[in-house]
């Protein structure tokens, strides 16, 4: 089924504001309001620009499609994606439970993996979704 205008509108809003939003909460896109306490790599920016396009991707398919099952995936996947790029100590709910030192030696090195989790979520929808035709 051909994307319609709408759709593809939807697609293109859902991937700018989850990369702008995202970006600039975890830091990724600089503002003069915070800095990241940890560094950025590439991987990060691979992991936000590929959750935000398929993010986009995801709603762009959803707007074409009367009934879909497959959101919470979705949801989950962008979750992931978010917590793949972000700073976990930034964030101070999680510092308060636990340590910076905890957060640096246990959650830091895994990010990684959400981000994996991520792209593995909304790309396993997308495909399942196109192979079976809704």
């Given at each position: ?9 939807n697609g ?9 939003g ?14 990241r306490?940890?560094?950025h ?13 398929l993010?986009g991707?995801?709603?762009?398919q959803r707007?074409?499609?009367a ?10 996947g962008?979750?992931s ?15 308060a439970?636990f340590?910076?030192?905890w ?16 792209t ?11 192979r079976?035709g809704?």
């Open positions: 089924m051909q994307p319609t205008r709408d759709a593809v509108r293109l809003l859902v991937a700018g504001g989850f990369f702008v995202t970006g600039i909460v975890t830091g990724l896109v600089p503002t003069p309001f915070f800095d306490m940890v560094s790599s590439a991987l990060d920016y691979a992991f936000l620009l590929l959750t935000s396009v993010a991707a995801y709603a762009a707007s074409t499609l009934d879909c099952s497959g959101d919470y995936c979705a949801y989950g962008a979750a994606g978010f917590f793949a790029v972000s700073c976990p100590h930034c964030n101070a709910v999680l510092v439970l340590s910076s030192s957060l640096a030696a246990y959650v830091d090195p895994i990010r990684p993996l959400f981000g994996v989790l991520a593995g979520l909304l790309a396993g929808i997308l495909y399942t979704r196109r079976t809704g």
